[in-house]
């Protein structure tokens, strides 16, 4: 069974539901665990006052009995708090009251337009509630409950804030070990105290002026097994899968792996990772992939966010239902939501390999996982040779 997941919920609909199938049977699990990440993701210096308003936790719905997972597919709840002051506005039944707070004026940048042409909606909020990155709540209890699975093998999954708002961190090297406990310390997730300080001032500046600023984010993961993915077809590539599914969150415009973009400046000399005895490697410029399979070398992934595109000092547009030109929707919203987007990130890669680990390792249980992951590291440990590593 592969791991796949899905999610439903409107933005200020009455909750988020999250449906992560493949899961093996045996795994132990927590809600205090999947919570914690849930409240890692509200965080950050610039979010808005909904996360004021909102206390994300789930409810097991299916999949999980007496603190372990069944094998089935595992459900859960997040209640929307918000709901409450949007009852009217997002009843589903024919005859709400009103159809109030509805949204003509499309933002640049946001799924408000497109999303209205091609699904025939007059009101643009019919798009932007799913368009939110609310949603990604959802995304992260799948992922929080694939990082248990990951540390049942030693792989451990951690970001940082390496750029916002134009600010660029002197990142440690080498990274603090381990990496959340570091970087959830900071308001903004960087490692970086002078950056930090700097940040914030950028945040203030652009929400007093009613602007709102995008950054780059790194996610690394540690312990991963040589072998994930593979080379033979395109669909199987693991640097092609991490990025789409990391490109798929809100705002996110590029995703690198590694060196990156910066590999195409450099000569080959330059960018390839030597082999040394062992089969260690001297540096890590591919950031732990090769031919669209793992290394066993650290996953390095960067994502660029956008700037959040509902500005409070509007962009031009045109009114959907006049045709005139008009200000944009402004909107409660965030200055920046990069120091969310690296754990929401996280949880993406960790869904990503949690899906490739089900694949090579297969096991409708968590023990036989193991002993098929056993089995596959000790063959590999057979055709390393051994030898001083230089
Ligand atoms: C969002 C707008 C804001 C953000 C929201 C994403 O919400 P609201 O319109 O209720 O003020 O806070 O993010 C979340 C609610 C969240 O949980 O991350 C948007 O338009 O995308």
Redesign the pocket.
Known sequence: MTVRWTTAGE??GRGLVAILEGIPAGLAVSAARVNAELKR??GGYG?????KI?S?QIEWLAGVRAGETLGSPIAMLVWNR?WEHWQDVMAPEADPPERRRQVTRPRPG?ADLAGSLKYDRRDARDI?ER????E??ARVACGAVSKLLLEQFGIEIGSHVAELGGVVARVPTPLPQPLNPAADASVVRCLDPEAEREMIARIDAAKATGDTLGGIVEVLALGVPVGLGSHVSWDRKLDGRLAQAVMSI?AVKGVELGLGFEAARRKGSEVHDEILPGFARATNRAGGTEGGMTTGEALVLRAAMKP?S?LMSPLKTVDLATGAPAQAQS????VT?VP?MGVIAEAMVALVLAQAMGEKFGGDALVEMKRNYDGYQAQVRARTPKGAVS
């Open positions: 933005s200020h993701r509200m979010r808005g006052a909904r996360m909102e994300d918000d946001h932007l368009a939110s990155a609310r990604t709540v809100p959040i509902t909107e409660r919203s965030d939501a969310a």
